[in-house]
């Protein structure tokens, strides 16, 4: 499987998590990668993206400032820090390599009290 998310959970509003999402068998390092997420009865949207070497970010204006992607390409492995969360980020969270039209399977996260 390339891509395996986890570190998806329960957490109170203005809490905070990290997903993690870990790759395989294609070239991680030079791949740009994403974040989308998908709520329940609506759309999947992108959340956040950046780029292979890391330094060049972009994120979706509702989890600006909030956010952040990070990735370590030593270790294969893409990131997605979430401070001050609030009920309307609770998705399924997905990492995609779209160059490679690789989707993850997704880890629940839930924001509430």
């Known amino acids: 499987v390339p891509l395996v998310e986890s570190g998806g959970g329960l957490v109170q509003p203005g809490g905070s998590l990290r997903l993690s999402c870990a790759a395989s068998?294609?070239?991680?390092?030079?791949?740009?990668m994403t974040w989308y997420r998908q709520a329940p009865g609506k759309e999947r949207v992108l959340v956040a993206r950046?780029?292979?070497?890391?330094?060049?970010?972009y994120y979706a204006d509702s989890v600006k400032g909030r956010f952040t992607v990070s990735r370590d390409n030593a270790k294969n492995t893409l990131y997605l820090q979430m401070n001050s969360l609030k009920p309307e980020d609770t998705a399924v969270y997905y990492c995609?390599?779209?160059?490679?039209?690789?989707w993850g399977q997704g880890t629940q996260v839930t924001v509430s009290s």
């Open positions: 995609s390599a779209p160059g490679y039209n690789y």
């Open positions: 068998g294609f070239a991680f390092g030079s791949s740009p």
């Open positions: 950046i780029n292979s070497g890391g330094f060049i970010t």
